[in-house]
C-alpha cells in the first residue's frame, strides 16, 4: 500500500519565520494530497490540498508544492503566528480501489515561539 | 452547527465490555469513514462506508464492526475491548464525485482500563 514519510516530526521557528515541512510518498498512483492541522484535543483540520495535475497551490499565509517525478510534497508557511502551533500531518490517497481512504504521514509538531 | 460530530467525547470502560460510538455528518456527503489515533498521534484508517456498502476494512480485528443505519450515520461497535483498544477514533466524510476533502469530526477518546 502507499507508504507516506512526514519530516521533520518537531519544528520550531520564531514568529514571523516561514516553516517548511516535506512529504514523500511511494505510490505513483496516489492523485490527492491534502494537508491537516490538529490542535490539542480537536479533529484534524484541512488546510489546503493539492490534486496531482497541479503543481503549486497558495492560500494566503501557506501554499503547497508537489513534484510528481520525485514523489514529494511540501507545505510552506510564511508569516507564522503563535497560533499557527499544532500538529500537521500530510497524506496521499491513492485512486478508487483504496475507497478513497487517506494515507497519513506520522505527523510534525510545529511551535511558533513569540 | 457542526458538520461532522461524534458521540461520546470520552469513553472509559473496562477490558471485555461492548461499546459502541457514533457518527453523524449533515453535510450531504456519501462516503463515511473511521480513522483511529494511536497514542503517537499516528491516523490510520480503519473502514470506509459508501452508500451504506464497506469498501474497505485495513487489517482491522473483526471485533470492530462499522454499521451505517443511513447515509448519515456511521457508528462504530467493539466488541470485547481490549487494552490495546485504548486511543482516538475519529469519524471522518467526504463529497459524492471523487471523493475529496475528508471531514473530520471532533474524536473519541476511547480508554480501556
Known amino acids: 500500500g502507499e507508504n507516506v514519510e512526514q519530516h521533520p516530526s518537531t519544528l520550531s521557528v520564531q514568529e514571523g519565520d516561514s516553516a517548511v515541512i516535506k512529504c514523500t510518498y511511494s505510490?505513483?498512483?496516489?492523485?490527492?494530497f491534502p494537508w491537516y492541522k490538529q490542535e490539542l484535543g480537536k479533529g484534524p483540520q484541512l488546510i489546503i490540498d493539492?490534486?496531482?495535475?497541479?503543481g503549486e497551490k497558495k492560500d494566503q499565509r501557506i501554499a503547497v508544492t508537489l513534484n510528481k517525478t520525485a514523489k514529494h510534497f511540501s507545505l510552506h508557511i510564511t508569516e507564522t503566528q503563535p497560533e499557527d502551533s499544532a500538529v500537521y500531518f500530510c497524506a496521499a490517497r491513492i485512486p478508487p480501489n483504496s475507497g478513497y481512504a487517506l494515507n497519513f504521514g506520522k505527523g510534525t509538531s510545529l511551535l511558533v515561539t513569540p | 452547527d457542526t458538520a461532522v460530530s461524534q458521540t461520546p467525547k470520552y469513553l472509559v470502560t473496562q477490558m471485555g465490555n461492548d461499546k459502541s460510538i457514533k457518527c453523524e455528518q449533515n453535510l450531504g456527503h456519501d462516503t463515511m469513514y473511521w480513522y483511529k489515533q494511536d497514542s503517537k498521534k499516528f491516523l490510520k484508517i480503519m473502514f470506509s462506508y459508501n452508500n451504506k456498502e464497506l469498501i474497505i476494512n485495513e487489517t482491522v480485528p473483526n471485533r470492530f464492526s462499522p454499521k451505517s443505519p443511513d447515509k448519515a450515520h456511521l457508528n462504530l461497535h467493539i466488541n470485547s475491548l481490549e487494552l490495546g483498544d485504548s486511543a482516538v477514533y475519529f469519524c471522518a466524510s467526504s463529497p459524492s464525485g471523487n471523493h475529496y476533502e475528508q471531514y473530520f469530526g471532533p474524536g473519541t477518546r476511547l480508554t480501556v482500563t
Open positions: 493539492i490534486r496531482s495535475n497541479v
Open positions: 505510490d505513483s498512483a496516489s492523485n490527492y
